[in-house]
């Protein structure tokens, strides 16, 4: 018992030898990371791994502040400028039957693209606040890619005209000789169901005369002046002003939304639950993520706030990463999935209706080519091809830092289409969801930024590995010497015998066994050091040698 005591007590204080060996190559710790550290340590008892990785990731980031929002931080110039490079990659749905389809036909597309752009962000206007939080505007700004790309801006794509059948399905419910004589301004300014513009024109927009004319007979109805263009609002522009948690006062809500532009909540939608703003601005993430954990952020251009769900572990260049995809409820009507009532009037599932926060205009987004979405929707437009592999998002997030490692968001615009009454430029068109474009924003951490996190997440743990098993079989041959000498002492103890004393014992017990030995044995004579023995008939045998010897002279 004194011995399995012993071995315990040793192994016991290996392992604190250990952590504190650990924490003594760290920083020390903020009280508020004292406290988080306590949280990790209870939580991951007996596995040390983990709680080394995490409680390492803590200490150096969190306590020195190089995770929070903070102007002294290391992390506040990539959170300020993100270096991280984005790209911006356009698939248009060319229209192949234009003409057929104003008789009633089904629609026929094929894909063009990519058209891909380098996007940049950097954030304006950085305002702190007592309260832990800070405010800001993201700005964006895009570049043509020409060598990545497939396709010139210059390349001519025929697509609906948004402005005229958008506008013909929101002017239906108008008197009907109102709505002939738009038709017939449209027509006097050769306008039609469909349009062949360049890339360039669809995407940051062009100048159409239909804008003003559909302004003076509806004031109101399209709500702006200039050009028009599906991503006209995203170049040179901001998203809105976010204001978000700091980290200051709990790591936990780091990067969370406390507002954008000034509102709690949204004013979109049917439901409080849809309105809510919920998640991150969608760039970072709290830390110390687990598979039952979710990411939620707030998309100012889907006009509401998205869930991704955990869906596997994998490795990105060398780092752990956990990736999220979007479940099959994200775009649900209220039929298929109750909480999405809210986002009604809704029409098949898997599409959704944007058109509260796009100017009424029937604008759907979904998944590309209707992924995940209900099979009418695909079934009735010819050319689409819906896979996982293409046109899944997913984001895959470093779990210990909430950092993403690679993403792409992708979504789909598509317009409703169909036959209105007044309005002969929508000809006997058949209702129906027309897919205009696709896009993905995709982004991978790469170059010296991708270096420095493998080194600190996955090199330096690594070593540290293989260091501690090096601990363990030097503290096992200590364990064994601790045993050895404790018997020693225990033998020592019962024999009341000092160590000094072991060697004088042995030798003494080694001269007397010789000693024994040598008595036990019989001895013979030493002529030259013993007298010879004295006897009656020595003198007889003393006179016969003499008489030998006389003899032998004589003869």
């Known amino acids: 018992m004194p011995g399995l005591l012993c071995f315990l007590s040793i192994w016991t204080e290996g392992i604190k030898h250990r952590v504190d060996t650990y924490w003594a190559l760290l920083p020390p ?28 990731i803590l200490r150096t980031e969190i306590s ?4 929070r929002i903070d102007p002294n931080s290391i992390a506040f110039s990539m959170w300020k400028d993100v270096p991280v490079p984005f790209y ?41 606040h007592d309260n832990g939080t ?62 062949n ?77 849809c309105n809510m703003i919920n998640g991150t601005s969608g760039e970072m993430w709290p ?36 990736r999220f995809v979007a479940p099959k409820t994200l775009f649900a009507n209220g039929t298929d999935y109750p909480p999405n009532e809210g986002f009604c009037p809704c029409r098949e599932s898997g599409i959704q209706n944007v058109s509260t926060c796009r100017m009424n205009a029937p604008v759907f987004i979904s998944h590309p080519h209707f992924y995940n979405a209900d ?40 317009l409703y289409m169909k036959k209105v009454s007044g309005i002969s430029q929508t000809g006997q068109i058949k209702p129906v969801v027309l897919p205009i474009l696709w896009f993905a924003e995709s982004g991978a951490i790469e170059g010296s930024v991708l270096k420095q996190f493998y080194t600190n997440l996955v090199l330096i743990p690594s070593v540290l590995e293989y260091v501690q098993y090096i601990c363990i079989g030097l503290g096992v041959a200590l364990i064994v010497a601790a045993i ?24 003494d017990v080694t001269v007397g066994m010789e000693r024994n030995a040598r008595e036990k044995s019989p001895r013979e004579p030493d002529p030259r050091t013993e007298p010879p023995q004295s006897s009656e008939t020595t003198p007889l045998l003393q006179d016969d040698s003499k008489t030998n010897q006389n003899d032998a002279a004589e003869a």
């Open 88 to 128: 911006l990659s356009a698939f248009f749905f060319e229209v192949m039957n234009p003409t057929e389809i104003r008789l009633g036909a089904k629609p026929v597309v094929n894909q063009r693209g990519p058209y891909v752009y380098r996007e940049y962000r950097f954030k304006t206007n950085i305002t702190f």
């Open 287 to 322: 830390p110390f993520m687990t598979p039952s954990s979710s990411l939620e952020f707030y998309s100012p251009d889907a006009c509401r706030s998205m869930k991704l769900v955990y869906e596997q572990s994998g490795v990105f260049k060398g780092v752990p990463t956990y």
């Open 197 to 273: 513009r360049t890339v360039g024109e669809i995407m940051w927009g062009y100048d159409d005369p239909l804008i003003d004319v559909l302004n003076n007979f509806v004031p109101g109805l399209i709500p702006f002046k200039g050009k028009f263009g599906l991503f006209v609002d995203f170049n040179n522009s901001n998203t809105g002003m976010f204001t978000v948690y700091t980290g200051a006062t709990d790591i936990n809500q780091i990067h969370i939304v406390d507002t954008w532009n000034g509102l709690k909540k949204l004013n979109y939608w049917r439901s409080d639950e």
């Open 29 to 56: 710790p903020t009280l508020q990371a004292t406290r988080t550290l306590k949280k990790i340590e209870d939580s991951n008892r007996g596995d040390w791994p983990k709680f080394k990785e995490q409680a390492c």
């Open 484 to 507: 050895v000498l404790e018997v020693k002492r225990q033998i020592d103890v019962k024999h009341d015998l000092q160590p000094w004393r072991w060697v004088q014992c042995w030798l």
């Open 375 to 414: 099979p009418v929707l695909v079934e009735a437009v010819d050319g689409l091809h819906p896979n996982k592999e293409q046109h899944g998002l997913f984001l895959d997030v470093h779990p210990v830092t909430g950092i993403p490692m690679n993403c792409s968001i992708k979504l789909q615009l598509s």
């Open 64 to 67: 020195s502040g190089n995770v």
């Open 134 to 195: 800070v405010s800001f505007l993201e700005y964006r700004r895009f570049y043509f890619q020409p060598d990545l790309s497939h396709g010139m801006e210059e390349d001519y794509i025929v697509v609906p005209n948004i402005l005229v059948m958008g506008a013909a399905v929101m002017l239906e419910t108008l008197p009907q000789f109102l709505k002939m004589l738009i038709s017939g301004a449209l027509a006097g300014l050769g306008q039609g169901a469909f349009m």
